[in-house]
């Protein structure tokens, strides 16, 4: 007979309770849920302690994750840098409203959320603050439509990790997969029945991280929903046609053997974003995979980190 299994630890960081384990990285952090006119979503913040406040990061997560497991390394390393976090659950994904795992209508998922963000963006407290978008894989995508949601002015630059503003040939949706359940008369959109490629090859390069991103108890494991595919295919058409609307700074990280996301979409943002050139900055890391923070060993993530950081820093004394 096979001994159980051993439980997941409760955090990703292991059994340190939370509130002990933020402030032994000098960070504090918050929770609430936050009312839109779409949803209410599930809403957090990491602030620095002991250090004046640099500038806001608004940051989104990816296609199955949420705010509360690994995605919260990049929120903690931001408010130890010294700048105010705040991330929101997607519609469908962690604590928001929505059905698991579904986005039907990706502009509405980038407006709830622009919602909550520009609500602590406008407040007495961060007005006067710089203030930055980071999206991480399909977080990217959204990320880049609140952007394009959002009036002149408002952003003082975008940060992207992984972005999928291109996808490779073998995770691409099936055009006939999707024309198939859309003559279902919208019936269909919800299904999960497209075909599964998260887990694939080329996405988590360090097996241990592997292990420990797949134990969070609010990550959705089950196969891709019909029409959170079609708008995948809808939105990276789209921004692939409007990317020379692009006029902040910009940060732009990925890794050459990305199997999830083709380095080529954030290479033509590089190359038609109208952003003056001494501001926009792509990284490309050699053989690196899909998630540049969370699946790769230390030292390449620490790489990818530093490289973040020396740009926020040098950013925010000329915007």
Same mark, same amino acid.
Request: hydrophobic share 40%.
């Given at each position: 007979?096979?001994?159980?299994?051993?439980?997941?630890?409760?955090?990703?960081?292991?059994?340190?309770?939370?509130?002990?384990?933020?402030?032994?990285?000098?960070?504090?952090?918050?929770?609430?849920?936050?009312?839109?006119?779409?949803?209410?979503?599930?809403?957090?913040?990491?602030?620095?302690?002991?250090?004046?406040?640099?500038?806001?990061?608004?940051?989104?997560? &990816?296609?199955?994750?949420?705010?509360?497991?690994?995605?919260? =390394? /990049?929120? !903690?390393?931001?408010? *130890?840098?010294?700048?105010?976090?705040?991330?929101?659950?997607?519609?469908?994904?962690?604590?928001?409203?929505?059905?698991?795992?579904?986005?039907?209508?990706?502009?509405?998922?980038?407006?709830?959320?622009?919602?909550?963000?520009?609500?602590?963006?406008?407040?007495?407290?961060?007005?006067?603050?710089?203030?930055?978008?980071?999206?991480?894989?399909?977080?990217?995508?959204?990320?880049?439509?609140?952007?394009?949601?959002?009036?002149?002015?408002?952003?003082?630059?975008?940060?992207?990790?992984?972005?999928?503003?291109?996808?490779?040939?073998?995770?691409?949706?099936?055009?006939?997969?999707?024309?198939?359940?859309?003559?279902?008369?919208?019936?269909?959109?919800?299904?999960?029945?497209?075909?599964?490629?998260?887990? &694939?090859?080329?996405?988590?390069?360090?097996?241990?991280?592997? =292990? /420990?991103? !797949?134990?969070?108890? *609010?990550?959705?494991?089950?196969?891709?929903?019909?029409?959170?595919?079609?708008?995948?295919?809808?939105?990276?058409?789209?921004?692939?046609?409007?990317?020379?609307?692009?006029?902040?700074?910009?940060?732009?990280?990925?890794?050459?053997?990305?199997?999830?996301?083709?380095?080529?979409?954030?290479?033509?943002?590089?190359?038609?974003?109208?952003?003056?050139?001494?501001?926009?900055?792509?990284?490309?890391?050699?053989?690196?995979?899909?998630?540049?923070?969370?699946?790769?060993?230390?030292?390449?993530?620490?790489?990818?980190?530093?490289?973040?950081?020396?740009?926020?820093?040098?950013?925010?004394?000329?915007?």
């Amino acid at each position: 007979m096979q001994p159980p299994s051993p439980s997941p630890p409760p955090f990703y960081w292991g059994e340190t309770p939370e509130d002990e384990y933020y402030k032994s990285q000098n960070v504090r952090n918050s929770k609430s849920y936050f009312q839109t006119p779409n949803a209410k979503i599930f809403t957090q913040s990491w602030l620095p302690l002991n250090q004046p406040i640099k500038a806001t990061v608004f940051m989104t997560h &990816g296609y199955t994750s949420d705010t509360s497991w690994c995605f919260q =390394k /990049i929120c !903690i390393e931001y408010a *130890k840098w010294g700048y105010a976090v705040f991330a929101a659950d997607l519609l469908g994904h962690g604590r928001s409203d929505g059905l698991h795992g579904y986005i039907g209508d990706m502009d509405k998922a980038a407006a709830t959320s622009l919602f909550y963000f520009l609500d602590v963006r406008r407040s007495e407290e961060y007005r006067t603050l710089p203030a930055f978008l980071l999206g991480e894989s399909m977080g990217g995508l959204i990320t880049m439509l609140m952007y394009f949601q959002s009036d002149p002015g408002t952003w003082s630059g975008l940060i992207f990790l992984s972005p999928v503003f291109v996808t490779p040939e073998a995770v691409t949706p099936s055009k006939l997969h999707l024309t198939m359940y859309g003559l279902l008369y919208g019936l269909a959109d919800t299904w999960a029945v497209m075909p599964d490629f998260r887990m &694939g090859t080329k996405v988590i390069r360090d097996i241990e991280k592997l =292990k /420990i991103l !797949i134990a969070n108890p *609010k990550r959705y494991a089950g196969k891709p929903r019909v029409g959170t595919m079609r708008e995948v295919v809808r939105v990276t058409s789209y921004l692939q046609q409007n990317f020379e609307k692009v006029k902040v700074p910009f940060f732009a990280a990925h890794g050459t053997s990305d199997g999830l996301a083709c380095h080529s979409g954030s290479e033509m943002l590089y190359e038609k974003a109208e952003t003056a050139k001494e501001y926009k900055c792509l990284k490309l890391y050699e053989g690196m995979y899909h998630s540049l923070i969370n699946g790769e060993p230390d030292e390449a993530a620490d790489l990818v980190l530093a490289d973040m950081k020396a740009w926020i820093d040098d950013i925010i004394q000329v915007v």
